[in-house]
């Protein structure tokens, strides 16, 4: 079934990896492929996944950087015009994250991407406050439609025991765009060290324009280098399909005759609602049950229920603080009396490196809670620190520069942690539903903020409970599924579970993938992928 690549060697029939349930299926064989991806594919992936998150970053930030620049703005504009993009991207959340389960990753991440670039591009040329907002409000709507399917289809794509190293590494990406926003803001907005505008020529409407640039890129990347989920392949029955996109990730080579041809799961394809026909035994189409309703049974449901509350409690307090600040913290600056408002913001934007260091280097290691808890509630107690001397500019820098490094910890464990924890079939649905919440988060800090721009401490005392509630909710979490095998128990389990089978179910929730196997050799390839597995892996972890 499987052939040797030049210079990889295959699974050996008595690997350890063939005693976990799954890996005699075809979602067990999906997994073995991922598990062996190229480095240098999965590298581009990454990479490709990574800018559209740099775009969400300068879509979020470059309203800030407009508004400082217009001065004929009321409160009332600066509120609306805050929050149109977040206002967007709440709708575009949990539309192209339900979207995306139907019509596929890749379709609908290129379709929110080339929206996001032309309304970014229409944005410069408008001739009206109100018109902007509604630009900002379709550009939203695409990056926000972009973002929960970033996150899932890198939760798809890498292996499990690096995945959230290159999940991390796209949350990084946040940085990268924050950086560069800030950078072409103070270039083309702002002022050089002794005052004078660096180009006294260049308006809000081509640093809009600029900021567009991020999203294009993004899409040609993504329509170069970014191959369709093969678990969703594998889900809609698209088999043909999936042997193709493995055979481009892997280094596993299969055929389709041998793909067809290994056995299939105890319970059919995972669905959001499958029910078993009493008469025959069938079960029903699971492309005609992917309904709202039965989308949200299946998240608020007794196995996902806890997960699916204690996320979005999360996503929304940690959007209210982390948000609330990105986007204002120009305009912050210029209140607290900071002379070269865009310079500090630059320096604001280059405190997200440390944080994405620290997420990069321990989130496999120490887990995904620890890291989002922490960052949490250190981003608070810096909030606090940040209004308790608002006069002094270094100490308001300083701790506006640790807020974001330790928000940027909890963002980074975050977004790992959510597209890990439902299976395949919603799992674009449910990053949806809590990136929403993290709008409505988003949307909320917008309107406080601006009606507490005048009381600065009063303001980041808000943001620092926010951030500490999220931080202390984030141990009701269940089981840190960090290094875990990813879809196939969880899959299985909810399908069992569904569609009342009499056969007892199945307690492992989360399977760590074993890979000493790499180094072994195959004598016999059949026997490797075929071979039914007797006993569960006693590093399986039961819940």
């Known amino acids: 079934m499987m052939e040797l690549d030049e210079g990889n060697q295959l699974l050996h ?15 067990g064989i999906v997994d073995q492929c991922v598990n062996q991806s190229r480095l240098w594919t999965t590298f581009w992936i990454a990479i490709s996944l990574a800018m559209g998150n740099a775009a969400d970053a ?24 805050s929050s149109a993009v977040f206002m967007g991207m709440l709708i575009g959340g949990i539309v192209g994250g339900y979207v995306a389960d139907y019509l ?12 996001n670039a032309v309304a970014g591009l229409i944005s410069s040329l408008v001739p009206s406050v109100d018109s902007l907002i509604a630009c900002r409000v379709v550009a ?5 439609g972009s973002v929960p399917i970033v996150f899932s289809l890198g939760a798809e794509l890498f292996p499990a025991t690096s995945r959230g190293y290159y999940i991390s590494i796209i949350a990084s990406f946040w940085m990268v765009g924050a950086i560069f926003v800030a950078f072409i803001a103070w270039i083309m907005l702002g002022e050089d060290f002794y005052g ?16 567009a640039l991020p999203a294009i890129l993004a899409f040609l990347l993504t329509y170069l280098y970014i191959p369709e989920s093969p678990r969703y392949l594998l889900n809609n029955q698209r088999y043909e399909e999936t042997v193709t996109v493995l055979n481009s990730l892997s280094t596993i080579k299969i055929t389709l005759t041998d793909f067809l041809a290994a056995a299939d799961d105890e319970a059919p394809p995972m669905t959001f609602s499958n029910h078993k026909n009493e008469e025959n035994g ?52 210029s209140d607290v009396g900071i002379g070269n408002a865009y310079a500090a913001s630059f320096i604001f934007a280059m405190a997200n490196l440390p944080g994405n260091i620290i997420s990069l280097l321990y989130i496999d290691s120490f887990g995904r809670r620890w890291l989002l808890s922490g960052g949490m509630c250190l981003a608070g107690i810096s909030a606090i620190g940040f209004a308790l001397d608002t006069k002094n500019t270094v100490v308001v820098v300083l701790f506006a520069s640790l807020f974001n490094a330790f928000g940027v910890m909890g963002w980074n464990s975050l977004d790992c942690l959510s597209s890990e924890v439902f299976p395949t079939v919603a799992r674009s649905s449910a990053m ?15 309107f406080v903020n601006g009606t507490l721009e005048k009381n600065i401490p009063l303001l980041l005392f808000v943001t620092s409970a926010c951030s500490i509630v999220g931080g202390v909710v984030a141990w009701a979490l269940p089981k840190d599924p960090a290094g875990s095998s990813l879809g196939v128990e969880i899959d299985r389990q909810v399908s069992m579970d569904s569609s009342s089978l009499d056969e007892p179910v199945h307690k492992e929730r989360y399977i760590p993938v074993r890979t000493d196997f790499e180094k072994t050799s195959i004598t016999n390839p059949l026997s490797a992928i075929r071979a039914t597995p007797s006993t569960v892996s006693k590093s399986t972890v039961e819940i």
């Open 13 to 27: 029939s008595n690997s350890p990896v063939n005693n976990v349930p799954g890996t005699s299926s075809k979602e």
């Open 58 to 81: 300068v879509e979020i930030m470059c309203v800030g950087f407009i508004m400082s620049s217009m001065d004929d703005l009321s409160s009332v504009d600066k509120e609306l015009l």
């Open 104 to 115: 596929g990753r890749k379709r609908v991440l290129l379709y929110c991407l080339s929206i």
């Open 140 to 144: 939203g709507l695409g990056i926000g």
């Open 196 to 211: 004078h505008k660096i180009l006294p020529t260049v308006t809000w409407r081509a640093f809009a324009a600029v900021s």
């Open 282 to 333: 069938s079960f029903s189409n699971p492309r005609n049950e992917k309904s709202v309703t039965s989308l949200l049974t299946l998240l608020f449901g007794h196995q996902f229920r806890r997960s699916t509350i204690v996320l979005l409690i999360i996503w929304f307090t940690l959007s209210f603080g982390s948000y609330g600040i990105s986007t204002w913290i120009s305009v912050l600056f």
């Open 432 to 446: 949806g539903l809590l990136a929403a919440s993290g709008r409505l988060g988003a949307v909320a800090g917008q």
